[in-house]
Nanobody, 125 residues
């Protein structure tokens, strides 16, 4: 079993920055992929970014490319999401997730086995 705990959310003005963290505990594997998704009320959970521990490949949603950066510290079992140039439309609850097998379908919520509770990010004008 894997436990994921996010932190770092908060209120920020448009154009500002935040860094989210996701600490994983329990059994983890080098084949894992760690992803970030976000969700707003009434909408489906949306893919944001993913990093694969094996090889370090990273992929981003078009809406955040060039503004967000995902990174990881394998020794600490922690994944980060650096968010710059934030916009009001980035407002959401951000969840991290773990995929045991590093699926090629990294943007699909169904491919992830474990989820954190989420952290709220609010971007004001």
């Amino acid at each position: 079993q894997v436990q994921l705990v996010e932190s770092g959310g908060g209120l920020v003005q448009a154009g500002g920055s935040l860094r989210l963290s996701c600490a994983a505990s329990g059994r983890t594997f080098s084949s894992y992929s760690m992803g970030w998704f976000r969700q707003t009320p009434g909408k489906e959970r949306e893919f944001v970014a993913v990093i694969r521990w094996s090889g370090g490949s990273r992929y981003y949603a078009d809406s955040v490319k060039g503004r967000f950066t995902i990174s990881g510290d394998n020794a600490k079992n922690t994944v980060y999401l650096q968010m710059n140039s934030l916009k009001p439309e980035d407002t959401a609850v951000y969840h991290c997730a773990a995929d045991r097998y590093g699926s090629r379908w990294y943007d699909r919520t169904a491919e992830y086995d474990y989820w954190g509770q989420g952290t709220q990010v609010t971007v004001s004008l």
